[in-house]
């Protein structure tokens, strides 16, 4: 049974930097794709990007040049980094493992709020 | 983006009845068209890829069809743990998208 599990800052002040880990247990982070999705209170869901094992990524271009992704597989651990955040990014943040066709585990989901 | 629409956005049924959600794509996404349920305070859980693969352990009152743009996913013999909200999601290109999702309420 494949197990996500997300950790870090639950409050982050505004233009501070919101930083997130993701450790996979049960299986090993060098295959698949790992992902980030999120949503805000009573709203749907947002991908924000995803990163393979190699290093490589894809981010949402609503997104992009605020977030960066990095992967450490020693660990079986990746992680997200949101800069400059605003109110608008105070969400429940997922890390999920992709496949083709969608995400089939995902964590319990962490909730951020942006706030001074 | 390819935007993903689902309708309706709320339906209200009772226990027993059969539920049908659709989700329509901007573009033709092939099969890469994903179900997923979602209850209050849990994250979303798979229940269809490839549009009509059951994910394993997923009960088969829950069906799924289309290509291209169209998609449908059916509840049979709705049930108490089925109430909450489903979303569909396409893998076909980035950013991969969800639906706004459709909430199935008690009746």
């Known amino acids: 049974q494949v197990q996500l599990q997300e950790s870090g800052p639950g409050l982050v002040k505004p233009s501070e930097t919101l930083s997130l880990t993701c450790t996979v247990s049960?299986?090993?982070?060098?295959?698949?794709?790992w992902s980030w999705i999120r949503q805000p209170a009573g709203q749907g869901l947002e991908w924000i990007g995803r990163?393979?094992?190699?290093?490589?990524?894809d981010y949402n271009p609503s997104l992009t040049g605020r977030v960066t992704m990095s992967v450490a597989t020693s660990k079986n651990q990746f992680s997200l980094n949101v800069y400059s955040v605003t109110a608008a990014d105070t969400a429940v943040y997922y890390c999920?493992?992709?496949?083709?066709?969608?995400?089939?585990?995902w964590g319990q989901g962490i909730l951020v709020t942006v706030s001074s | 983006d390819s935007p993903m629409t689902q309708s309706p956005s709320s339906v209200s049924a009772s226990v027993g009845d059969r539920v049908t959600i659709s989700c329509r794509a901007s573009?033709?996404?092939?099969?890469?068209l994903a179900w997923y349920h979602q209850k209050p305070g849990n994250a979303p859980k798979l229940l269809i890829f490839?549009?009509?693969t059951l994910q394993t352990g997923v009960s088969p009152r829950f069906s799924g069809s289309g290509s291209g743009t169209d998609f449908t996913l059916i509840i049979d013999n709705l049930q108490p743990e089925d109430f909450g909200t489903y979303y569909c999601?396409?893998?076909?290109?980035?950013?991969?998208?969800f639906g706004q999702g459709t909430s199935v309420e008690v009746k």
């Open positions: 049960s299986d090993s982070i060098n295959t698949y794709y």
């Open positions: 999601q396409q893998s076909n290109s980035f950013p991969r998208t």
């Open positions: 999920a493992r992709g496949f083709t066709y969608g995400f089939d585990y």
């Open positions: 490839a549009a009509s």
């Open positions: 573009q033709d996404i092939s099969r890469y």
């Open positions: 990163i393979y094992t190699s290093g490589s990524t």
